[in-house]
T-cell receptor, first 112, second 114 residues
Framework: DQQVKQNSPSLSVQEGRISILNCDYT??????FLWYKKYPAEGPTFLIS?????DKNEDGRFTVFLNKSAKHLSLHIVPSQPGDSAVYFC???????????FGKGTRLHILP | DTGVSQDPRHKITKRGQNVTFRCDPI?????LYWYRQTLGQGPEFLTY????????KSRLLSDRFSAERPKGSFSTLEIQRTEQGDSAMYLC????????????FGDGTRLSIL
């Protein structure tokens, strides 16, 4: 069973607009959440993380929102740029040093 | 840039052969993880080391798989008697001992079984 779910396999967004990627999780014990970005033929690259004690974390154009009651998190990218076209993985762990459970990924296409 | 390094990048072998992959983590990182990724899926956890101690193994890691980290630095993942279902990308990641530090991934070894 998928403990981390990304229900949108792909998403297309116009350059300059906001990209919103969504993720749901089932295990309420998860306390550390991460987003990774992956280009073809490369490993996942860490993007941003959030601890369960927070509901928002921001890093430049990237913001992650966490709604613990809904077991939902989202990644906002604004403004979207062509280099943002990639597969984005939502991930969670039980404690920051534990193994990571990944979703299946969402492929983001930034349109010119 | 001393990121996580994996070797080889690609491995093609016949079914039934043994293969070994190597991972060199970021030098100051004590934790080292192995994951496997198949098409259309996210990476799946295989096993994890803290220094030289193997602390956890997934049930995905059958007895044909073995991983070592003999001196707490680089790690090897060996697959014996490879099967078609072993075809995947094998990813290595490392992280520091500090609380809630992200794992940093290498570019993986793609294994193809003929």
């Amino acid at each position: 069973d998928q403990q981390v779910k990304q229900n949108s396999p792909s998403l297309s967004v116009q350059e300059g607009r906001i990209s919103i990627l969504n993720c749901d999780y089932t295990n309420s014990m998860f306390d550390y959440f991460l987003w990774y970005k992956k280009y073809p033929a490369e490993g996942p690259t860490f993007l941003i993380s959030i601890s369960s004690i927070k509901d928002k974390n921001e890093d430049g154009r990237f913001t992650v929102f966490l709604n613990k009651s809904a077991k939902h998190l989202s990644l906002h990218i604004v403004p979207s740029q062509p280099g943002d076209s990639a597969v984005y993985f939502c991930a969670a762990s039980l404690g920051g040093d534990d193994k990571i459970i990944f979703g299946k990924g969402t492929r983001l296409h930034i349109l010119p | 840039d001393t990121g996580v390094s994996q070797d080889p990048r690609h491995k093609i072998t016949k079914r039934g052969q043994n293969v070994t992959f190597r991972c060199d983590p970021i030098s100051e990182h004590n934790r080292l993880y192995w994951y496997r990724q198949t098409l259309g899926q996210g990476p799946e956890f295989l096993t994890y080391f803290q220094n030289e101690a193997q602390l956890e193994k997934s049930r995905l890691l059958s007895d044909r798989f073995s991983a070592e980290r003999p001196k707490g630095s680089f790690s090897t993942l060996e697959i014996q008697r490879t099967e078609q279902g072993d075809s995947a990308m094998y990813l290595c990641a490392s992280s520091s001992l500090a609380v809630s530090q992200p794992q940093h991934f290498g570019d993986g070894t793609r294994l193809s079984i003929l």
